[in-house]
């Protein structure tokens, strides 16, 4: 019911910035909560951040103060603001948007951060 289109990875260098974007469509008015997760290659999936449908935010403690979760409404579009990046940041990061009878995933987008 909910679809989610994930852009802006890519590569940089330590101590850079980049900013993910998540646009969704669909029955957006159920959603309550939208995240953003992130796999590095042999590794569990993580949650990294999250935001509330009050815009109430969390973080993992790995990335808060770098990372920045963002909304805006008029566009269905939820963001991450990545800074001071570091070696360990590389994954693949994934949007899920929750609802009360489940949640939605995108394809993921791949953040390499390397010299």
């Known amino acids: 019911q909910v679809q989610l289109v994930e852009s802006g990875g890519g590569g940089v260098q330590p101590g850079g910035a980049l900013r993910l974007s998540c646009t969704a469509s669909?029955?957006?008015?159920?959603?309550?909560?939208m995240a953003w997760y992130r796999q590095a290659p042999g590794k569990q999936r993580e949650l990294v951040a999250t935001?509330?449908?009050?815009?109430?935010?969390n973080y993992a403690g790995s990335v808060q103060g770098r990372f920045t979760i963002s909304r805006v409404n008029a566009e269905n579009t939820v963001y991450l603001r990545m800074n001071s990046l570091k070696p360990e940041d590389t994954a693949v990061y994934y949007c899920?948007?929750?609802?009360?009878?489940?949640?939605?995933w995108g394809q993921g987008t791949q953040v390499t951060v390397s010299s």
């Open positions: 899920k948007a929750g609802t009360l009878n489940g949640g939605s």
């Open positions: 669909g029955s957006i008015g159920r959603i309550k909560v």
């Open positions: 935001i509330t449908s009050g815009g109430r935010t």
